[in-house]
């Protein structure tokens, strides 16, 4: 639990029971199980926000990179084509 040891938590424990008291200490565990839980479904709101638009992105991305892949082959068979002339016209200059 958050990277505690069971010795540690009972230190905790044991202070936070001299500190507030027997009458206190269920009521501010309480309160503390609530922001837990608050803070819980806030990070749950924010991730469920967030996904769509980095999945969105995500696809975007693969998008791009694949119209470079094609595009660059493109490129590559122009470059081979060009070559390909100049060497069966006997054309010895750089293209």
């Given at each position: 639990m958050f990277g505690l040891?069971?010795?540690e938590v009972l230190i905790i424990l044991v202070i936070a029971f001299m500190l507030f008291g027997?009458?206190?200490l269920p009521e501010i565990g309480k309160q503390v199980g609530k922001a837990v839980k608050g803070f819980k479904e806030t990070t749950?709101?924010?991730?469920?926000?967030v996904e769509p638009e980095i999945n969105m992105i995500t696809q975007e991305l693969k998008s791009v990179e694949q119209d470079l892949e094609s595009s660059m082959k493109e490129a590559e068979e122009q470059?081979?084509?060009?070559?390909?002339?100049?060497t069966e016209?006997?054309?010895?200059?750089?293209?």
């Amino acid at each position: 639990m958050f990277g505690l040891g069971a010795m540690e938590v009972l230190i905790i424990l044991v202070i936070a029971f001299m500190l507030f008291g027997p009458k206190e200490l269920p009521e501010i565990g309480k309160q503390v199980g609530k922001a837990v839980k608050g803070f819980k479904e806030t990070t749950e709101d924010l991730r469920q926000s967030v996904e769509p638009e980095i999945n969105m992105i995500t696809q975007e991305l693969k998008s791009v990179e694949q119209d470079l892949e094609s595009s660059m082959k493109e490129a590559e068979e122009q470059i081979k084509g060009a070559t390909d002339q100049a060497t069966e016209s006997g054309d010895s200059r750089p293209v």
